[in-house]
Each structure stands twice: as C-alpha cells, then as structure tokens.
C-alpha cells in the first residue's frame, strides 16, 4: 500500500514535466502526404492532459532517428513533438492505431520531410528520409525495430560526449533524450530559461560544428566512453534525489539506465547503476516525514519502502559479473535494503564493499563513508581512526557530514558533551534548514 | 573535416613514467594514413612578433609573451572524419602527455 501510494505521490509530482508535451515551437501541426488532409477542428488538449504510454516511449526512438536522418537536432525535437500532439488530439477520437509507434514514426518522418521540403534545401536529407522504410507499412519489422534501437544508444552517447561541458551533457541528455521542457530543466539547474536555452544551443552548435559523431563508440573506445554516460546518468539520478532536486529526474535516469541495459547486455556496470539507482529509489516514500524533512536512514520507517523495487534490484545485481564502482555501490545499498533495522544491518560486510570501494576509487566522501560503516561494524573507536585517515590534509575540512559523523562516533563512544558540541558545529555549517534542524535536535538529545 | 591541432604545453604534465610515444612515428604514421596534412613545431614565444593596423598605422610589437606557462609550441593540420577520429590522432601525439593538444575544427562557411 505504501509502495502504492509513493507512485501515485511521483506520478503526480511528474505532472508538470510530462504536462508540456503539447507546448509545441513552430506553427501548427500540418501533416504532409500520409497524414491526410485533417481539418482544425478540436483545440489542443488541455495542458494537463497526459500523453497516451505508447507516445511519451516513442519519442526518444523518433527523436534519435530524425537526428540521424536529417543531422538536425531542433527539427528532430519539433517534429517528435507535433506528432506527440497529433497522437494527442487524434487518438482519442479515432483510437489508439494498431503500430502507435510507427504511425508516430510516420506523422513525425512526414513532418520532417514537409519543413525540409518547403525550406526548398538540403535535397540529400530530403532524400535519406525518402528513402527511410515506412514504419506504418511495417509494423514490428525487426530490421527497422534494430535500428530505431541503435539510434537512441548513438544520441544517448552523443549527448553525454566528453567533448560537451558536464552541465551540457545533463541538460542534453533531458532535453533530447527525456523531452524534459527547457523551462523545468532550468528550474531544477537554478538558472533562468534564456540560460538554459544557451546552453542547449551552444552544446547543439559545439556537435555540428566540431563534428561530434552520432555514433556508439566500438571496441576500446566503448570501455573508455561508458563510465562518462554512467556518470551523467548518475548525476541526473542524484538531481532527482536532492533535497532541492526535481523528482522526475530520478525517474527519467531510470527509465534511462533501464534502456541502456536492455540495448547493451552483459556490460556489469549498467546492470548496477539500474540495481543501485532501484534500491536507492525503494526508499522515497521513506526518506522524507509529513513535514517534508530529511529522515535519515537509522529513522527510516522501512515497512514504506518499496519492496517491489528491493527485489528488483537484488535480481538485476544477480546479473553483475564485475564488481566495478557502482556495482560495490549497488552491493552497498542492497545490504542496508536488506536489513530489518540498523542494528540488525551486515556492517562488517558493508564496511568490507567501502574497503573495496576506497581501493578502486578513493575519494574524501567514500573514506568518510568508510569511517562511519567501520565505526558501525567493530566500535565507535575504529571509525574514529579511519575518520582522522579520511581527513588527514584537509580533504573534508569544513565538510558538515564530516563533523556530523565524528559528533556520532563520539555520542556512541560516551562523551555525550563533546559529541552535543560537534553536532552543534555540524549544524552551523549546515545550509539546507532540514539538515541543520535535524542535527540541533541530535544535540539537544544529548544535552543533560 | 578540418581540425586544426594546437600543440600546448601545460603546468601539469603527465606523471606516468611509462615512455612517450616517439614523435616521428606519429608523423610517418598519420602522414600516411592521410590524416595529417601539414605542421611544424613553433620557434619560442621569444622569437614572436605581434602586428596591429589601427587608424591606418602599422603597430609592431614584440611578443606576446603570454603570463602562463601554457603557450602553443607547434601545430599540425588533420584531415578526420569526425571529432572522435581526431581525438585518436591527438592522445598518440607525445605531447598530449608532456602537454596538452587543442582541437579546433575548421568553421564551416558553407
């Protein structure tokens, strides 16, 4: 019932991302040849209408597909988008078509090639896009079916080429990939429209202009290029998981991880960014009280996770052969997910994954996180050693995370005066109002 | 496509002990492959010379003599497919280790 009630809770807060499909740029929407002579009777839905499952699935394939065809990014965005808009005018009237795939396919390849035509240039793409097998003709055809798939792995590693800026990447990756309108992408960044939009220009530009391929990277090049589109994926994820972030974009980074893993079988670290990414998300419904707060995971009512999604997560991690660094992440996460409580935790063998982890990728966070399952598994004292090891040269100074730790470690060793005094500390470097209450109240627990 | 190869140096070389590529093995190589067309390693900055016109006069100077440590040492002209071609060439290049390269591919006037 609670998991039940989370996705109804992320549905409705995805409203406002999925609401602008029907924000079109551009005149309306003019089908040519195929599309048939259809009148202008009947206004847009209005701006919370849904789009039907079959069109907001499809976008990314006709999105990828166009850019492939005819190498032009904002035509491909626009024409996806019209026929997202036919799809929704027209289906609910004439039904739903038997290939709702293809036919979108086809009223956006048509829509394409009347824009091409009618700026009367570019015959060569006119002609690729002649030349593109009617989609509608063909239903479920598995020589097109290849392709369409192929392309939406080219634009997902062409959004997330190194050559773009990191911020580029993500905002890409929304636009493009997500249909994220502009709009909600530069709320969740904390820049204004005209920004993002420059943004999104200048990475566009940058790919044309220095002839960024719209290709899948083959043989080393691959190993070498899919760390980086994890890491956009994962920053995407963690956008979403923010105290501030925008929830829906931890859902897109799933959809996302999910289609990455069904197009690349058997590659270990996509496999445990979605297990990851799925253990980390069962716990939403749980990471926050009535009030809206943080709640930290020792407090975390763990009958509201999502145990559907905790089940996944261990079967999509049974499928991980290499331990790379979201996969140790992923066995991490699927320990806590697997506990009844904090007490009742494998700390030893998390602590075992953040040895592995600090080994493979060492950072201050990881070694701080170290500190903390140590300090868990075999005493406050040890965490404390390995806590002075993390900020040895000044790596965490002025990290509050790493003064509410060692606040902890100190309470759970006995010295309720000092451990009150660090959380207190902790809290005055803390800007996120939740944080910063949360720890107070852990000092004022401790007080005598 | 046109890119034009910068070669830099840079405050922070590589600290991998492992050799550098030999650089005449890259120019035989790409030369052949037909993805290097032309380059030539700079005189130092010392030797540059800058040349302004304003308001109909001709102003020489010497330099520039850039603040950093980070100036362009030699170039090379590529002729790759697209920019993933050109990053292949440029990582072998001994100096993307004991430098850093710069790619700028050629505007696109038509």
């Not at chain 1, 209408?49 to 999105?63: E, G, H, K």
């Not at chain 1, 905002?171 to 969740?188: E, F, S």
């Not at chain 1, 939009?197 to 530009?205: E, G, P, Q, V, Y």
């Not at chain 1, 009844?340 to 075992?352: H, K, L, M, N, Q």
């Amino acid at each position: 019932m609670a998991s039940a009630a989370a996705e109804a809770t992320a549905r409705a807060s995805r409203a406002p991302i999925v609401a602008p499909l029907v924000r079109v740029a551009g005149d309306s929407p003019r089908p040519g040849g195929a599309g048939g002579g259809r009148g202008g009777g009947g206004g847009p839905p209005g701006p919370g209408a849904p789009p039907p499952p079959p069109a907001r699935d499809s976008r990314a394939q006709i999105v990828a597909t166009l850019i492939r065809v005819t190498g032009d990014w904002t035509l491909a965005e626009d024409c996806a988008q019209e026929a997202l808009v036919q799809a929704l005018q027209r289906w609910p009237a004439e039904g739903v078509p038997a290939n709702p795939a293809g036919w979108l396919m086809t009223v956006a390849r048509n829509r394409a090639t009347d824009v091409l035509r009618r700026a009367a240039v570019e015959r060569r793409k006119l002609h690729e896009l002649a030349a593109y097998p009617p989609a509608v003709a063909d239903p479920g055809a598995p020589d097109g079916e290849e392709e369409v798939v192929d392309d939406r792995l080219r634009l997902i590693f062409t959004c997330c080429h190194p050559a773009l800026a990191l911020e580029a990447r993500v905002a890409l990756t929304l636009r493009t990939i997500c249909g994220i309108p502009t709009a909600d992408i530069a709320r969740a960044f904390l820049v204004s429209e005209s920004t993002m939009t420059r943004r999104l220009t200048r990475a566009k530009t940058k790919i044309a202009d220095a002839r960024i391929p719209y290709r899948v990277p083959s043989g080393p090049a691959l190993a070498e290029r899919l760390p980086g589109v994890l890491a956009v994926l994962y920053l995407l994820f963690t956008r979403g998981y923010d105290t501030d972030g925008e929830p829906a974009f931890a859902d897109e980074a799933i959809r996302l991880v999910r289609l990455l893993d069904a197009l690349m079988p058997g590659e270990s670290e996509i496999s445990a960014l979605l297990a990851l990414f799925l253990f980390q998300h069962s716990r939403r419904a749980a990471r926050r009280d009535a009030g809206g707060d943080l709640v930290p995971l020792d407090r975390q009512d763990r009958a509201r996770w999502d145990h559907a999604a905790i089940a996944e997560g261990r079967a999509v991690l049974g499928r991980v052969r290499e331990d790379g660094p979201y996969a140790l992440q992923a066995r991490i996460a699927a320990t806590h997910a697997a506990a009844t409580s904090v007490e009742t935790t494998d700390w030893p063998a998390i602590a075992a994954w953040y040895d592995a982890l600090a080994a493979r990728t060492p950072s201050p966070v990881v070694a701080l996180n170290r500190a903390v399952a140590h300090g868990y598994a075999y005493g406050p004292a040890a965490g404390l050693a390995l806590l002075a090891e993390a900020r040895a040269g000044g790596a965490l100074d002025g990290y509050p995370l790493a003064l509410a730790a060692e606040a902890d470690l100190t309470a759970r060793g006995g010295d309720r005066e000092r451990a009150a005094a660090l959380f207190r500390r902790a809290a005055a470097r803390t800007h996120a109002e939740p944080e910063r209450r949360a720890l107070l109240d852990r000092a004022a627990d401790l007080d005598p | 496509m046109k890119y034009m190869m910068f070669v830099c140096t840079d405050t922070e070389p590589d600290t991998d002990k492992t050799p550098e590529p030999d650089i005449e093995a890259w120019v035989t190589e790409n030369d052949a492959n037909g993805r290097r067309l032309d380059g030539h390693e700079l005189a130092p900055v010392s030797a540059a010379t800058t040349v302004r016109v304003r308001g109909g006069e001709l102003l020489v100077s010497d330099g520039p003599f850039a603040e950093t440590k980070e100036v362009v040492v030699g170039f090379d002209l590529l002729e790759c497919a697209d920019l993933d071609e050109a990053i292949e060439v440029a990582r072998t290049h001994p100096m993307a280790r004991a430098g850093r390269i710069e790619l700028r591919p050629f505007a696109d006037l038509g």
